[in-house]
């Protein structure tokens, strides 16, 4: 997971930085912007997992990229900083769908504390949606499967661990997706690691190889006759068209 850090005061974000041990919470990468504007960009480029932010920076505030984390419908988590206790602030943050709210000088406790609050209620979502797609009807069923297939394009995703999520048989699985889904298992999973692909060729500086691994394919002479395929041009000339 990636965790991104962004204030304008460039020893704050150094400070959160080192402020508690990433690794222990499931973060392998910790990411900082000494401002809104580059923020913005490593949000819409990474798509991390976590943004901690300061709520007033010049051009480019908190409460932007909060908003822009909600237009894009990312799954990023978000904690506002604000040197300022002002309800108002709040009461916008939470408008936005900020996770939590917390008030300079930020204290290693209350951002472990705050850490905790949200991987907890991560987790506690995470399993309430499985239960409900494991004793729910079909179409939730497959709204959760979908669902992962959505998170995980870049892991195995084969018919024997899809089934597994859902306690159904690999066969059987396959044959609801198509009833409920309209198409195939395996198509709809090419579908979303195509769109996946296609969207770090044109918002990433990745090399084509680097793609092709970062969707979950080994071999770029079949990811590349699947592209073309999908796009009807191979991944550089899809990258030329849409720069």
């Given at each position: 997971m990636t965790v991104l850090i962004a204030d304008d005061e460039n020893y704050m974000v150094e400070y959160v930085k080192r402020l508690v041990d990433?690794?222990?919470?499931?973060?392998?990468?910790a990411m900082t912007a000494g401002g809104g504007s580059l923020a913005r960009d490593l949000l819409v480029r990474h798509r991390p997992?976590?943004?901690?932010?300061?709520?007033?920076m010049p051009k480019v505030t908190g409460?932007?990229?909060?908003?822009?984390i909600e237009e894009l419908e990312l799954d990023t988590k978000v904690i506002i900083m604000s040197?300022?206790?002002?309800?108002?602030?709040?009461?916008?943050?939470?408008?936005y769908g900020v996770s939590e709210y917390l008030v300079k000088p930020v204290l290693k406790e209350d951002l472990e504390r705050t850490l905790d609050r949200i991987l907890h209620r991560d987790?506690?979502?995470?399993?309430?949606?499985?239960?409900?797609?494991i004793t729910g009807d079909k179409a939730t069923m497959i709204s959760y499967v979908k669902s992962y297939i959505s998170e995980n394009y870049d892991k195995d995703l084969s018919l024997d661990t899809l089934g597994a999520l859902v306690n159904l048989h690999p066969v059987y699985l396959s044959k609801i997706f198509k009833e409920t889904a309209g198409t195939n298992l395996s198509g709809y999973i090419t579908e979303v690691k195509m769109q996946k692909a296609a969207e770090l060729l044109v918002q990433t500086n990745k090399k084509v190889q680097?793609?092709?691994?970062?969707?979950?394919?080994?071999?770029?002479?079949?990811?590349?006759?699947?592209f073309k395929d999908r796009f009807g041009m191979t991944p550089k000339e899809y990258r030329m068209k849409n720069m």
């Amino acid at each position: 997971m990636t965790v991104l850090i962004a204030d304008d005061e460039n020893y704050m974000v150094e400070y959160v930085k080192r402020l508690v041990d990433w690794g222990s919470y499931g973060f392998d990468k910790a990411m900082t912007a000494g401002g809104g504007s580059l923020a913005r960009d490593l949000l819409v480029r990474h798509r991390p997992e976590l943004l901690i932010t300061d709520i007033k920076m010049p051009k480019v505030t908190g409460l932007d990229l909060s908003r822009i984390i909600e237009e894009l419908e990312l799954d990023t988590k978000v904690i506002i900083m604000s040197g300022y206790n002002d309800f108002e602030y709040a009461k916008q943050a939470i408008r936005y769908g900020v996770s939590e709210y917390l008030v300079k000088p930020v204290l290693k406790e209350d951002l472990e504390r705050t850490l905790d609050r949200i991987l907890h209620r991560d987790l506690a979502s995470k399993t309430e949606s499985k239960q409900k797609a494991i004793t729910g009807d079909k179409a939730t069923m497959i709204s959760y499967v979908k669902s992962y297939i959505s998170e995980n394009y870049d892991k195995d995703l084969s018919l024997d661990t899809l089934g597994a999520l859902v306690n159904l048989h690999p066969v059987y699985l396959s044959k609801i997706f198509k009833e409920t889904a309209g198409t195939n298992l395996s198509g709809y999973i090419t579908e979303v690691k195509m769109q996946k692909a296609a969207e770090l060729l044109v918002q990433t500086n990745k090399k084509v190889q680097e793609v092709v691994e970062a969707v979950g394919y080994q071999k770029k002479q079949h990811f590349t006759k699947l592209f073309k395929d999908r796009f009807g041009m191979t991944p550089k000339e899809y990258r030329m068209k849409n720069m």
